[in-house]
């Protein structure tokens, strides 16, 4: 055991060891150091074992209910006459029947002669449906106002006039194009 070398290297620093007690409450100091260690390791350790799903879950619902209370209109939904009592309802039914059936029957006397007078007619019917939506605004806005009533009336009215209108020019050129035929015949 004599050419152990921990032997030899103990041998060697014999007289260079520290001998002196350390100061008062040194083993209370090193106490507590390793109290406050451990105690970090423990709070860590119970953030480590943080079950994130369920947060995750409530996080992405929320995420959800937002994204819908957004997503949905915020205005309140347009009055039409079918709204304001029952009396317009069947008014408003009435009108858009009218029309519905005068613009099958429009679209039944569509030829080369005929179609761009049957565009221009459409044209002009969809700036009365705009006018129409428009007035839709402004009776929810004005709460049922009087005026607002009666002007879409008169804008389903202007609608069949200009459909009757339209067919009565269609088959004045329907007349003239069998009349002119019959002379072209004759000759």
Same mark, same amino acid.
């Given at each position: ?13 014999? @007289? ?8 008062? @409450? ?36 929320? /995420? ?26 069947? =008014? ?8 519905? #059936? ?8 569509? =030829?080369?002669?005929?179609? %761009?007078?049957? !565009? !221009? ?12 939506? #428009? ?9 049922? !106002? ?14 069949? !006039? /200009?459909? #009757? =209108?339209?067919?009565? %020019? /269609? ?13 072209? #015949?004759?000759?």
């Amino acid at each position: 055991m004599q050419n152990d070398p921990i032997h030899e290297l103990f041998d060697e620093l014999k @007289g260079n060891f520290d001998m002196k007690s350390p100061k008062l @409450g040194h083993q209370q100091r090193f106490l507590d150091k390793l109290n406050a260690s451990k105690q970090v390791e423990i709070e860590t350790k119970s953030v480590r074992n943080l079950n994130w799903k369920p947060l995750m879950a409530i996080a992405a619902s929320i /995420i959800i209910c937002l994204s819908v209370f957004i997503a949905l209109p915020n205005d309140p939904e347009l009055m039409d006459l079918a709204s304001v009592s029952p009396e317009l309802s069947n =008014t408003q039914d009435f009108f858009t029947t009218t029309i519905d #059936n005068e613009l099958k029957k429009l679209n039944m006397e569509r =030829t080369p002669l005929t179609e %761009q007078i049957i !565009d !221009d007619v459409l044209v002009q019917l969809q700036l009365l449906d705009d006018e129409y939506q #428009n007035l839709k605004i402004d009776l929810t806005e004005s709460n049922e !106002d009087q005026r607002v009533i009666y002007a879409m009336i008169s804008n389903f009215q202007n609608r069949i !006039d /200009i459909l #009757n =209108t339209v067919l009565e %020019q /269609i088959e004045n050129v329907k007349q003239l194009k069998s009349n002119n035929d019959e002379n072209t #015949n004759t000759i």
